[in-house]
């Protein structure tokens, strides 16, 4: 899997929009070509190429702790309203704050003026993790089981698409534009800075997972075997669910939505190796790495001169993925 991964980051690099060739893309790579050629590649595919494999990491083995802490196999890091809630911190920066189109009205140079992406992923991040922390605290006061932690994501969920919908009905036609645009699962928004910033939060939530692997072990046997090995369930499952509902939302803030890796990718994992988190979490990763990154090179493949966003992609895939999961399900009972 690992050089499943390689080998599609190489072939995602060299594969665009542009009409370079490959030995033209090999230069530049090489700081031998031309300086259009390089800034091509040192500056919009290598960030978008590591940004794949930063994301799909973090939401595919977030998607598998949530699956194992909430014991629901339909369990996704969308499960807790973490997107909603990080659309509607996007739409109300683009809208009201950052692009100011409440008074800026429908002149597209005063948007590309007054926008900062920096302040849409801010505020993204902002009420993502308001709402992290609203739906575990929730849980906190009725009792926290995984039912409560689902049945609290939808109706909160439902409430950020309900305040999403009412801003973007009062939104001018460019505020609309720019707000819609970037709930789009887009990958050529990543910078070395937002790679940055997503690697740290990704790699030190997947250590932290790696390390109590065997508790995830222990809590797949029901919570009162793994209480009597010693295992803190609630404490493990709050603190489980925040850590990886951070990660998405520092995922999705920088790059938008991109649905389905995080439910695809844990249940490939466990058809392949099992339930051992040993092994299921960097065999997750590597999943989610080589789904993403084989999703932009179609999206960049498909796009007839133009890329499509990454997040279209992921949900045509998985969308039949998810009906298999459900259909094979019943056929369990």
Known sequence: ???????????CMFVGSSDMTFPEALDALLLHGTP????????????????AIIAGTGLSVSGLIMQ???????ASPSTLGVSNAAVFGANLSII???????????NLQNYTV????????????FFSTASILLILGLCKIKAFSP??????????GSVWTAATTILQFY?????????????FGDLSRATYKTVGIMFTVVLLGTIFFQILSWRFNALLSGDAAARSMGVPVDRLRFYSMLLASVITAVCVSFLGIIGFVGIICPHVTKKLLGQDHRFAIPMSALCGSLLLLTADTLSRSIGNGSALPVGAIT???GAPFFVAIIFSGKEKH
Request: aromatic share 8%.
């Open 1 to 11: 899997m690992l050089l499943a991964v390689i080998g599609m980051a190489v072939v």
């Open 68 to 74: 194992t802490t909430l014991n629901n196999s339909m």
């Open 147 to 156: 039912g409560v932690v689902v049945l609290a994501g939808i109706a909160v």
């Open 114 to 125: 007054g926008a900062n992406p920096y302040s849409t992923s801010l505020m993204a991040f």
């Open 36 to 51: 259009a050629h390089e800034r091509i590649i040192w500056r919009i595919r290598i960030p978008r190429v590591l940004a």
């Open 96 to 106: 009201a704050f950052a692009g100011g189109f409440l008074s800026t009205g429908s």
């Open 171 to 183: 939104a001018t036609d460019v505020g609309l534009s720019a707000a819609v645009v970037w709930s």
């Open 315 to 317: 949900s045509l895939l």
